[in-house]
């Protein structure tokens, strides 16, 4: 299964963008299956609904919300993980959490260049990169990672080549002692 987890926002993620996305793709792949694991909110009776609109009942399955101890095994045994956050206020002031944690688990990424994502990854290398709020281009970048399974996976290790590089304790506790040190002086 291909997998996105988080909320079921539309504004926020992009899930909207996702289905969407996966619908155009998902006749290419008859075997893959999409995992959604968010807690309902926001957009959650939407996100249903898009489901069901573009016949993907069959294809989509909406887990619900997984607990913290779940949600490690939902992202490592996923075939390729998914986020396509449109381009926003919140997108545009840093790096989602929830990457970092797709990216460590070194299978391959969907992401969209917003924020700082563009900053770490590079498409085609670290992750498969598409502009934010375009459908085709997610599309595209889904049907990339699937269609080549050994790029797809060397991919996904060098996604985790950046998390370790930049997201590990070490390196952002330097970070964050640097900043309180230079804000002292």
Do not use: W
């Amino acid at each position: 299964y291909i997998a996105y987890c988080g909320s079921t926002s539309f504004l926020k993620d992009g899930v909207d963008i996702l289905i969407k996305s996966f619908s155009k793709i998902s006749n290419k792949y008859p075997d893959i299956r999409m995992k959604i694991a968010a807690f309902m909110q926001a957009d959650g009776s939407n996100m249903l609904a898009h489901i069901k609109e573009l016949h993907l009942q069959d294809k989509i399955e909406y887990v619900g919300e997984l607990g913290r101890d779940e949600i490690p095994d939902f992202i490592i045994n996923a075939e390729l993980l998914l986020l396509p956050r449109p381009d926003s206020k919140q997108a545009q002031g840093g790096f989602p959490t929830k990457l970092g944690e797709y990216l460590a688990s070194g299978n391959p990424v969907c992401a969209t260049r917003v924020g700082e994502i563009p900053d770490y990854l590079v498409d085609n290398e670290s992750a498969f990169l598409a502009q934010p709020g375009d459908i085709e281009s997610f599309a595209n970048a889904i049907d990339r990672a699937l269609s080549d399974a050994s790029n797809a996976k060397r991919v996904g290790e060098n996604g985790r080549k950046v998390s370790e590089k930049y997201f590990n304790m070490d390196t952002q506790a330097a970070i964050l002692f640097d900043f309180i040190k230079s804000s002292i002086n």
